[in-house]
């Protein structure tokens, strides 16, 4: 059974800081590409950031560019998620996923298992 166990979410002010972590189990890690995506209320899920199967490749979303950072540590079957300077607009519930290939990708199809998701709350 492949498991997918978001942490690090809570409240923090405007230009505050999280780090959230995503623990894989039940699927070898170091094969496929993770992503991370956020949903806020009324909204769509959406793409926030990609890393492909070995790390050396990273993609992210224009609205958090050069404030986010996604990495992974294979040996721990984890990715991270470093985010800085935090909006009240990133407020949403983040969700990690385990892609369909090693290759990352932008595409909410490209993923085969999620996460249960983690809340943000960033305040003003």
């Known amino acids: 059974q492949v498991q997918l166990v978001e942490s690090g979410g809570g409240l923090v002010q405007a230009g505050g800081s999280l780090r959230l972590s995503c623990v894989v189990s039940?699927?070898?890690?170091?094969?496929?590409?993770m992503g991370w995506f956020r949903q806020a209320p009324g909204k769509e899920r959406e793409f926030v950031a990609t890393?492909?199967?070995?790390?050396?490749?990273?993609h992210d979303a224009d609205s958090v560019k050069g404030r986010f950072t996604i990495s992974r540590d294979n040996a721990k079957k984890t990715v991270y998620l470093q985010m800085n300077s935090l909006k009240v607009e990133d407020t949403a519930v983040y969700y990690c996923a385990t892609g369909l290939s090693g290759y990352h990708s932008m595409s909410l199809s490209e993923y085969a298992y999620w996460g249960q998701g983690t809340q943000v709350t960033v305040s003003s």
């Open positions: 039940g699927r070898p890690f170091n094969t496929y590409a």
């Open positions: 890393i492909n199967w070995s790390g050396s490749r990273t």
